[in-house]
């Protein structure tokens, strides 16, 4: 039986997150967050005190090994919101901060522990069906994904709905540390040696920059609805 997998790439804050849980409510499909993957591992690397010495060979061991046994789990409500879980904790908040989200981008440049999850990352793709988001999930994770899809939006536009969230979580942040934040992250992620982010060949690319979520979420079910009628 094939499995039909959606992926969605893109950089950080152009809305993939959102898009991909409403795309799995929409299928009635699995989701995976990659994204979030890579935040809990180095979340977990954090509170374990080993995140500053990942260039040390015994450390980067013991790295490894937590990120294939990483205990997670994505939960898609209703409202199409997801719940994520660490180690049974729900952790869906703590994650999303930006401090976490260097975090991130610090694990997912080290070879040996993108290594570490990819399997982690292609056992979620069941049937019915799965929506991947990402940065690499056509490109690397699931290149026979039959509908693939580039979202992004300008750097500037990523930062004003970013602070929009966090402000919606009561944090109190600043455009112009995001602004740069997100420009440090992009080029971390673009010159990566390992799966760098870019889109598939065969990818559809959407610019949100200057369009709403439903115009967005319409475009992206039409282009959808064609690939997996195929």
């Given at each position: 039986m094939?499995?039909?997998?959606?992926?969605?790439?893109g950089?950080?804050?152009?809305?993939?997150?959102?898009?991909?849980?409403?795309?799995?409510?929409?299928?009635?499909?699995?989701?995976?967050?990659?994204?979030?993957?890579y935040?809990l591992?180095?979340?977990?690397?954090?509170?374990?005190?080993?995140?500053?010495?990942?260039?040390?060979?015994n450390?980067?061991?013991?790295?490894?090994?937590?990120?294939?046994?990483?205990?997670?789990?994505?939960?898609?409500?209703?409202?199409?919101?997801?719940?994520?879980?660490?180690?049974?904790?729900?952790?869906?908040?703590?994650?999303?901060?930006?401090?976490?989200?260097?975090?991130?981008?610090?694990?997912?440049a080290?070879?040996?522990?993108?290594?570490?999850?990819?399997?982690?990352?292609?056992?979620?793709?069941?049937?019915?069906?799965?929506?991947?988001?990402?940065?690499?999930?056509?490109?690397?994770?699931?290149?026979?994904?039959?509908?693939?899809?580039?979202?992004?939006?300008?750097?500037?536009?990523?930062?004003?709905?970013?602070?929009?969230?966090?402000?919606?979580?009561?944090?109190?942040?600043?455009?112009?540390?995001?602004?740069?934040?997100?420009?440090?992250?992009?080029?971390?992620?673009?010159e990566?040696?390992?799966?760098?982010?870019?889109?598939?060949?065969?990818?559809?690319?959407?610019?949100?920059?200057?369009?709403?979520?439903?115009?967005?979420?319409?475009?992206?079910?039409?282009?959808?609805?064609?690939?997996?009628?195929?």
């Open positions: 094939t499995i039909q997998i959606i992926t969605i790439d950089p950080s804050g152009s809305g993939k997150g959102t898009l991909a849980a409403k795309l799995a409510e929409h299928y009635q499909f699995h989701l995976l967050d990659s994204g979030a993957i935040r591992l180095g979340f977990s690397l954090y509170k374990k005190a080993l995140l500053d010495a990942l260039n040390e060979e450390t980067l061991q013991q790295c490894e090994e937590i990120a294939k046994n990483l205990d997670i789990k994505f939960v898609t409500e209703i409202n199409s919101t997801t719940q994520i879980f660490l180690d049974g904790e729900n952790v869906t908040e703590t994650i999303r901060t930006e401090q976490v989200g260097e975090f991130a981008s610090k694990v997912a080290i070879p040996v522990l993108r290594t570490a999850l990819f399997e982690r990352q292609r056992a979620f793709a069941q049937a019915p069906g799965l929506v991947a988001d990402g940065r690499d999930m056509a490109t690397s994770i699931f290149p026979e994904a039959q509908a693939k899809i580039y979202l992004t939006a300008s750097a500037e536009s990523r930062a004003t709905r970013r602070v929009k969230q966090l402000q919606a979580m009561g944090l109190d942040v600043k455009i112009n540390d995001i602004l740069s934040n997100i420009q440090a992250r992009d080029k971390r992620d673009m990566r040696t390992v799966a760098p982010l870019k889109p598939a060949q065969d990818a559809y690319i959407i610019d949100s920059s200057e369009l709403n979520i439903d115009e967005v979420f319409k475009l992206m079910t039409d282009f959808i609805d064609a690939r997996l009628a195929n």
